[in-house]
């Protein structure tokens, strides 16, 4: 049996698939997403039209390991008008306005009193902070500062109609049986509010890379979540404990949508098969890219890597978490993501998926001296079309290292050569009869689990 996937990764249209990333990040813009709430279940309905995703809901108060799941919280409007009844600051013109999980209230103040609970940004006066407050029961607007200032004293009236009751903690699932068990996790964040590269264009990526994969016939079983940052994976770790071991492979996806150049964060273990093919493509893509090691703060691979998992789970995103002014404010908006950048996210995301499926080991099957390639027509032509230095000097490499102790990872690094290249010599000298799959790198195919 040769398992060969061929994500066809040449023929992606990135242009078109950048466009209608852009066009999903455009329309859940809008909706007011938290931690729990009608928010995140809108946005997964939303999502839900592009890719089955079973939604799950945990209930208010379920103990996930040192955590609690908290209460739900909803929110309908928010304002605070001045003494001639103007609306300075409305909910409805921006959702970052309300400090997220701000408890109801509706009351009459002075502006000093007020001033304890507004928060803007003296550095970027026309930008709007995105701020929480989930484990503290308090209420807050967030404003630009050049309001701020503007403010004369009087009477305002504050006014925030929201509710923090029992409910549950909602989150986004989909798993597609491979051929094996083991798994590959992509994880984003579904929390944050309008906040488009932070967020929205993870999940953007997320739901189409899971379109694009269930339309293909796949190695490995695929697990995409949607959920709240840190308390969902904390959630999702403690309720799914037992099966964990299948995760062989796993990235957190957020910020794909700036203009900066790609970013890897590194697995808490260092040298996973995700930290080498990552590097591998990042290398091999003749762009800018930066690699860091682990560090115990970010997105939610601080979860899936903390020493009790040590999952092989790493970070791939274009500007780093906190790194550019625009993060956590709202300049994050539909003209920070750029649909050139959500395309080229989209494949090299596709691109390090095509070397987890096609990684293994081969056999030459004529490992005595070396086989005239000559002779099967293998030295100046493959399938049909002129070969390259390259192509050639990759046929030698994989013969040569394929005794079933090196994967194709293995060879590409040694050679220094594209991955792809040597799987396109590899799909040949098996087409001559002179590789054959190491039966002993490929994975049993077991029967599909219904979860
Ligand atoms: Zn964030």
């Known amino acids: 049996m040769t398992i060969n996937t061929d994500l066809d990764t040449q023929s992606i249209d990135t242009e078109r698939l950048g466009l209608e990333m852009y066009n999903l990040i455009a329309e859940l813009y809008p909706i007011c997403r938290s931690i729990t709430g009608d928010g995140v279940r809108k946005s997964l309905q939303i999502i839900q039209n592009h890719i089955p995703l079973k939604i799950h809901e945990v209930p208010t108060d379920t103990p996930v390991f040192d955590w609690t799941v908290p209460k739900e919280w909803n929110i309908r409007d928010a304002y605070i008008k001045d003494e001639t009844g103007k609306k300075i600051v409305d909910f409805q013109k921006s959702n970052l306005h309300v400090l997220n999980y701000s408890i109801p209230i509706h009351k009459k103040m002075p502006l000093s009193e007020l001033k304890e609970h507004l928060f803007s940004m003296p550095d970027r006066p026309d930008w709007i902070p995105y701020r929480t407050s989930y484990y503290k029961e308090m209420w807050g607007f967030c404003l630009t500062d050049r309001t701020l200032q503007s403010l004369p ?32 996790l992509l994880c984003c964040h579904s929390c944050h509010p309008s906040l488009c590269n932070d967020n929205l264009s993870g999940i953007s990526l997320v739901t189409f890379l899971a379109k694009h994969l269930s339309q293909q016939s ?23 404990e037992s099966q964990v071991s299948s995760i062989k492979h796993g990235l957190t996806v957020s910020n794909v949508g700036d203009s900066g150049h790609l970013a890897y964060k590194k697995s808490r273990r260092g040298n996973a098969d995700i930290d080498r093919v990552v590097h591998h493509i990042l290398k091999s893509s003749a762009q800018e890219y930066t690699i860091s090691d682990f560090s115990p703060y970010g997105y939610d691979e601080r979860q899936f890597c903390s020493p009790g998992f040590n999952l092989p789970v790493g970070s791939l995103t274009r500007s780093q978490f906190g790194t550019y002014p625009e993060y956590h404010t709202s ?59 390259d192509d050639r000097m990759a046929m030698l490499w994989v013969l040569n290292l394929s005794d079933g102790e090196h994967t194709l990872l293995d060879i590409a690094e040694r050679a220094d050569l594209n991955f792809s ?22 994975d049993k195919p077991v029967p599909v689990r219904s979860r």
């Open 153 to 184: 004293d009087g009477d305002y009236e504050v006014y925030i109609d929201s509710s923090l009751e029992q409910g549950s903690l909602t989150y986004g699932e989909l798993f597609l049986p491979g051929q094996t068990t083991d798994e590959v």
């Open 218 to 240: 796949l190695r490995y079983s695929y697990r995409f979540l949607f959920m709240p940052g840190t308390i969902g994976s904390i959630t999702w770790l403690s309720l799914n």
């Open 331 to 389: 300049a994050d908006n539909l003209d920070f993501v750029q649909i050139p950048a959500l395309g080229n996210s989209f494949e090299t995301y596709l691109n390090v998926i095509d070397v987890l499926e096609n990684n293994q080991s081969y056999l030459n099957t004529n490992p005595k001296c070396e086989p005239q390639l000559g002779k099967r027509g293998l030295y100046s032509t493959m399938g049909g079309k002129q070969t390259t230095p």
């Open 421 to 442: 290249t040597i799987k396109n010599a590899v799909s040949n000298l098996i087409n001559s009869g002179l590789l054959e799959v190491c039966s002993r790198s490929v």
